[in-house]
Every structure is written in C-alpha cells, then in structure tokens.
C-alpha cells in the first residue's frame, strides 16, 4: 500500500467508512460505547486513505 489520500473525504466517502466500521463492530461483537471502537475506526479510516476499498 503506498497511495495516499490526501483528498477531503465526500459525504459518500465518509458513508462507506460508516458502513464498513459498523460491519466490523458487528462482526468483533464491539458494544457502541466501549473504547474498543477507536482501534477499529482508526483502521478503517487508515485503510481508506490507503485506497483499500
């Protein structure tokens, strides 16, 4: 991975990482509230300006 996103991201940009962080947070059994989410956001968001979709 060596793209970098340096873009704004669009709200549909944003929409995807949504929908993928709330599918991730299904998948590990993550509740809303617990500080587990952060980890799994800052990957989603990491591998989005890596251009993984």
């Not at 996103?5 to 929409?15: F, G, K």
């Not at 949504?18 to 947070?25: E, N, P, T």
Request: proline share 8%; hydrophobic share 40%; aromatic share 6%.
């Amino acid at each position: 991975m060596t793209k970098w996103r340096n873009e704004p991201m669009l709200p549909n940009h944003v929409e995807l990482c949504q929908r993928v962080f709330d599918s991730a947070r299904t998948a590990l059994n993550i509740a809303p509230d617990s500080d587990a989410n952060n980890p799994v956001a800052a990957l989603v968001l990491t591998l989005y300006r890596h251009g993984v979709q």
